[in-house]
């Protein structure tokens, strides 16, 4: 079992940053793939940015050049660097982990493809 818990949201304008992380406690054979989806309102929940022990990382072309997801093993903690901030990036994020190696294996990765999830954190870009 694995519990993660989203910290770091908030508000900001188009342009600005934020950091998000996700303590995740319980067994790390959990853990192996984690990663950020966001659902915005009245929009599909949508895979944002992906992260393996292995440090393979994968992100939606929308996000490229602005986010950096990055995790501290040691510590189990993931992190998503949000910078240039767009009012369509306004969403909850949810911080999502499995044991599969989903990257390495190049498999699409669907909201469905990930047992454990955090109960998300709310970022809102002003314009």
């Known amino acids: 079992e694995v519990q993660l818990v989203e910290t770091g949201g908030g508000s900001v304008q188009a342009g600005g940053s934020l950091i998000l992380s996700c303590a995740a406690s319980?067994?790390?054979?959990?853990?192996?793939?984690m990663g950020w989806f966001r659902q915005g309102p009245g929009k599909q929940r949508e895979g944002v940015a992906f992260?393996?022990?292995?440090?393979?990382?994968k992100y939606r072309d929308s996000v490229k050049g602005r986010f950096t997801i990055s995790r501290d093993n040691a510590k189990n903690t993931l992190y998503l660097q949000m910078n240039s901030l767009r009012p369509e990036d306004t969403a909850r994020y949810y911080c999502?982990?499995?044991?599969?190696?989903?990257?390495?294996?190049?498999?699409?990765?669907?909201?469905?493809?990930?047992?454990?999830w955090g109960q998300g954190i709310q970022v809102t870009v002003s314009s």
């Open positions: 319980g067994t790390r054979d959990g853990t192996y793939t």
């Open positions: 992260i393996d022990s292995d440090s393979r990382t």
């Open positions: 999502v982990a499995d044991s599969r190696p989903w990257l390495a294996w190049g498999t699409t990765l669907r909201s469905d493809l990930f047992v454990y």
